[in-house]
């Protein structure tokens, strides 16, 4: 099957600083690409939908201020956590839309600890 | 709005034990149904999938049938392995939505020898 990448797979930071997080499809293109956040226990939220060459998509109650989103390329967004605070500590995970299939790859997720 | 439900968990079995996760979902439209399964320390893999009323989707031993009458997408697998251990997640995307999947909160699934 298709393969995503994320890195890294885990980052630990100061508050106040910001975090970018890399999400690569490796052997399709993408144009749509999704941003998850996931709690301990809990399952996926949505936070944004990422297209190839657009603003993202943000889901409502997401600051798209707080986390930029980048689509460059068809095998690439990223995600970055700016001034990032402990509450943002969460388990980020992505996903590739592959388009003949229109089926979602997901990444292995990075971990983000805000001290 | 859309949504899912399954059951909770953890649930744990016996190696060779009948599976049974229920999931039950609310859409507006015709929804594509999926299953996904995330082992430990890592990503979501699609299991299987179903895309209209009726469907059977299937892969390595586990089944789900989409059933529109009474709006329910159940896992099944007749003989579960230790290796089966791992989170599943029922989902749902609806046309016209994005492609955005909705996932339920998951079920935590430990076999043991």
């Known amino acids: 099957g298709a393969v995503v990448s994320q890195h890294p797979s885990r980052v630990i930071c100061k508050s106040g600083t910001s975090v970018k997080i890399e999400c690569r499809s490796l052997d399709f293109q993408a144009t749509t690409m999704f941003w998850y956040r996931q709690f301990p226990k809990q399952s996926l939220m949505l936070m944004a939908t990422?297209?190839?060459?657009?603003?993202?998509?943000?889901e409502q109650g997401v600051e798209k201020d707080k986390f930029l989103i980048n689509h460059a390329s068809l095998t690439l967004s990223t995600l970055t956590v700016t001034s990032a605070h402990p509450e943002d500590s969460s388990f980020y995970i992505c996903?590739?839309?592959?388009?003949?299939?229109?089926?979602?790859?997901f990444g292995p997720g990075t971990r983000l600890t805000v001290l | 709005g859309n949504s899912v439900t399954q059951m909770e968990g953890p649930v744990t079995l016996s190696e060779e034990a009948f599976l049974t996760i229920n999931c039950t979902y609310t859409?507006?439209?015709?929804?594509?149904l999926f299953w996904y399964v995330q082992y430990p320390g890592e990503g979501l893999q699609l299991l299987l999938k179903?895309?209209?009323?009726?469907d059977k989707g299937s892969n390595k031993g586990f089944e789900a049938t989409y059933r529109k009458e009474t709006t329910s997408f159940h896992l099944e697998k007749g003989s579960v392995q230790v290796s089966d251990s791992a989170v599943y997640f029922c989902?749902?995307?609806?046309?016209?939505?994005?492609?955005?999947?909705?996932f339920g909160t998951g079920t935590q699934l430990k076999v043991e020898l």
């Open positions: 989902a749902l995307s609806v046309t016209g939505g994005g492609n955005k999947l909705t």
């Open positions: 990422s297209n190839e060459g657009s603003k993202a998509t943000y």
């Open positions: 996903s590739a839309r592959e388009a003949v299939t229109d089926t979602q790859y």
């Open positions: 179903a895309t209209k009323a009726d």
């Open positions: 859409a507006t439209g015709y929804p594509s």
